[in-house]
């Protein structure tokens, strides 16, 4: 038989205090999981923007924040000086190019990264114009399209001066120590052919910052290496056809001055003065005002003197055209062995962020003194 237990007054006081206390404990875990997810949700659509942040992985290429991040921690210190150029940016934009893979004459990585250039420079207020010229292929004899770009800022102003690199890679990475990497391997050209492109894509967000009417052409160089055997295949021949062109159709401007970027993003950076650059008499004072400036900013890495001679795309500039343009090149990468080049270990791990900031800073204050 069920009997009927009486209940204390305090008893149902207890009870519903306890189903109270739960209610309540419920609802705070569900406005904590609510929060949480709230955190998660804002953190992917909207990632904090720091300056020194480590940079996230592009598909395809292994982690490159150490060294390059370590060394970004290092922009904006030149001098003490309130940064101007960003070497994060440029540094990104670096990653960027490389994630389209080899980028050699006339390869679906070379298109891409046309597209992506032209948006890029369009979007900063500058038309794009191509120079169009077409070679044969040295391997199997058919054509290669070839396209220089360029890239005016204050196109009315007739005394202009060339700031150039190369935008193509070496089909090959025939320097590296593993013979199937040779002749398979893909060699992605972080420092030898994206490091230039990428620091005229960060100045390109400066040019308002120099003297007003200051006519500049960014110029990028198609076909620097298309090259599968030495001797037998030609270098320069983009810098070449435009070198021609402008003897042989002057234009209405004239250049004035030029510098050629090349492997100027290896973390241990050193530039010297280059042989050709320092004995032309045209060039030689453009040599001294560009390291005299690094010198005032404090920029160890311009070491002013000569080490090494190199054939690049300044020779045709300078030759054919008579465009005074030196090279800014450093050729030690990553020291006197040279051993990163033209193998697979040209790759963005190996290019800091720190580098290209100290190089474009000090292009940037020699750009500020020119009227």
Not at 221 to 247: H, I, M, N, T
Not at 310 to 333: G, R, S, T
Request: hydrophobic share 35%.
């Amino acid at each position: 038989m069920k009997s009927a237990v009486p209940v204390h007054p305090n008893s149902r006081l207890s009870e519903s205090i306890a189903k109270w206390t739960i209610v309540g404990c419920c609802l705070l875990l569900l406005g904590i999981v609510a929060v949480l997810s709230t955190v998660r949700i804002a953190e992917q659509v909207a990632p904090p923007l720091v300056r020194n942040q480590k940079l996230e992985s592009v598909p395809g290429i292994a982690d490159t924040s150490q060294p390059g991040g370590q060394s970004a921690q290092l922009v904006g210190e030149v001098g003490g000086q309130a940064p101007v150029f960003d070497g994060n940016r440029a540094y990104r934009y670096l990653r960027a190019i490389c994630a389209f893979g080899n980028r050699m004459s006339g390869s679906a990585g070379m298109e891409q990264q046309q597209k992506m250039l032209e948006k890029h420079f369009r979007g900063l207020g500058a038309e794009v114009e191509y120079q169009r010229f077409q070679v044969r292929h040295p391997e199997t004899g058919q054509p290669v399209r070839m396209a220089n770009m360029i890239i005016p800022w204050h196109p009315e102003s007739q005394q202009r001066i060339l700031l150039c690199a190369h935008y193509d890679t070496r089909p090959l990475p025939d320097r590296d120590p593993d013979p199937r990497k040779r002749r398979k391997g893909v060699f992605l050209g972080a420092n030898d052919g994206a490091s230039g492109t990428a620091l005229l894509m960060e100045l390109g967000h400066h040019i308002a910052e120099l003297p007003d009417r200051l006519g500049i052409d960014f110029v990028l160089f198609d076909g620097e290496e298309l090259v599968y055997q030495q001797p037998r295949d030609r270098y320069f021949l983009g810098s070449q056809w435009f070198a021609e062109k402008y003897r042989d159709a002057p234009p209405e401007y004239r250049y004035v001055a030029g510098v050629l970027f090349d492997m100027v993003a290896d973390t241990k950076l050193s530039i010297y003065q280059e042989g050709h650059s320092v004995t032309w008499p045209e060039t030689r004072p453009l040599v001294k005002e560009i390291w005299n400036t690094a010198a005032r900013l404090g920029v160890k890495e311009f070491i002013p003197r000569s080490r090494y001679t190199i054939q690049d795309d300044h020779l045709p500039l300078y030759n054919i055209a008579k465009i005074p343009v030196c090279d800014l090149i450093d050729f030690e990468y990553p020291d006197r062995s040279n051993r990163y080049w033209h193998t697979t270990s040209d790759a963005p791990g190996r290019c800091s962020a720190a580098s290209l900031d100290k190089v474009g800073r000090v292009i940037h204050a020699w750009l500020s003194t020119k009227r």
